[in-house]
């Protein structure tokens, strides 16, 4: 009898224990619910706020302008000319202002900015602002729509391209910047190239080794449709014009102390950074040197890029790291 009792109450408190257990997660999901709920209304209300904000800013601006399209992008069958619409859509305007477009001219590269991190580069802004400048030309718009304006473009595959959108009015004028197309950049390409060593050493006097990794590419960063230099949206037609030229050849030697240590190609990589090709090479190089000097300073990469059509390029890199 007392063992049929002790059964019993023990599935007597199993059930009281699965109870409180139900009830005590119930309860948590209920807690759950009810946070969740109090954060989608938080999110509603910000997302409100940030509306209201935005039409209020609006109402105040003088003109907003939504963006800048390009269509119909092509190099003409010689790559001598480079081609496109453009088409900039504002959703608000001066009443009776007067729209035009202002373009700046440039023979000169963008200069590069070293970037230690990755196969890529930006442009520095100290450095753009050095570049050599025609004065500005003015480019003829149609409006067919309401504050929707539209050029046809027909540039030189010698120059790069920048371009502002100016609206006059009586009381002000303002000036929108809206970018750069680098024709230039794209018909004359120059190349970076990032040096790193995986190890570096001396054995003895005699006996000094590196072992390096080269990583050469454009250095116009191609990684999406529309590129990034400082407040300049550049724009690129597709990949296949870009690269029609071709890369015939990269040799590229290793120089310790302005003697010569080793000599390679850098042949092309199965990886790529978006749109950038890569080309690469990974080995070793031997060289003399005193056991206790500094070494990573006195090394020098010459790199010597050859075209398709037989052009020379050639540069130097130090050792990033």
Not at 29 to 34: C, G, L, M, R
């Amino acid at each position: 009898m007392k063992k049929n009792y002790m059964i019993v109450l023990g599935i007597f408190l199993i059930m009281v224990f699965v109870l409180f257990q139900y009830s005590y997660f119930q309860k948590v999901n209920d807690v759950q619910y009810s946070i969740d709920q109090v954060t989608r209304e938080i999110s509603a209300i910000r997302s409100d706020i940030s509306q209201q904000i935005y039409q209020l800013n609006a109402e105040k601006a003088d003109y907003i302008l939504d963006g800048v399209m390009f269509t119909d992008s092509k190099f003409t069958d010689d790559k001598k000319k480079f081609s496109t619409q453009m088409k900039i859509t504002f959703s608000k305007l001066p009443a009776n202002a007067i729209c035009s477009l202002e373009v700046l001219e440039s023979s000169d590269h963008y200069p590069i900015q070293y970037n230690l991190y990755g196969p890529y580069n930006e442009y520095n802004v100290d450095g753009v602002s050095q570049m050599k400048y025609s004065s500005f030309k003015t480019v003829t718009l149609l409006s067919d729509q309401k504050n929707i304006y539209t050029a046809g473009l027909n540039l030189s595959y010698e120059k790069n391209y920048e371009y502002t959108f100016v609206i006059e009015t009586p009381m002000q004028v303002f000036r929108e910047k809206l970018g750069a197309i680098p024709v230039l950049e794209w018909t004359d390409p120059i190349y970076n190239a990032e040096v790193n060593y995986s190890e570096l050493g001396v054995r003895s006097p005699d006996d000094g080794y590196i072992s390096y990794n080269i990583n050469l590419y454009r250095a116009l960063d191609q990684s999406s449709g529309n590129l990034l230099v400082n407040d300049k949206i550049l724009i690129y037609p597709d990949n296949e014009r870009l690269n029609s030229k071709g890369i015939s050849s990269i040799t590229y030697k290793v120089l310790y102390e302005n003697a010569l240590i080793k000599e390679g190609i850098l042949d092309h990589s199965n990886n790529s950074y978006g749109n950038n090709e890569i080309y690469e090479a990974h080995d070793t190089a031997k060289f003399t040197a005193d056991m206790n000097a500094d070494l990573t300073n006195k090394f020098i990469f010459e790199f010597t890029i050859t075209d398709a059509e037989g052009k020379v390029t050639t540069f130097e890199r130090k050792l990033n790291y």
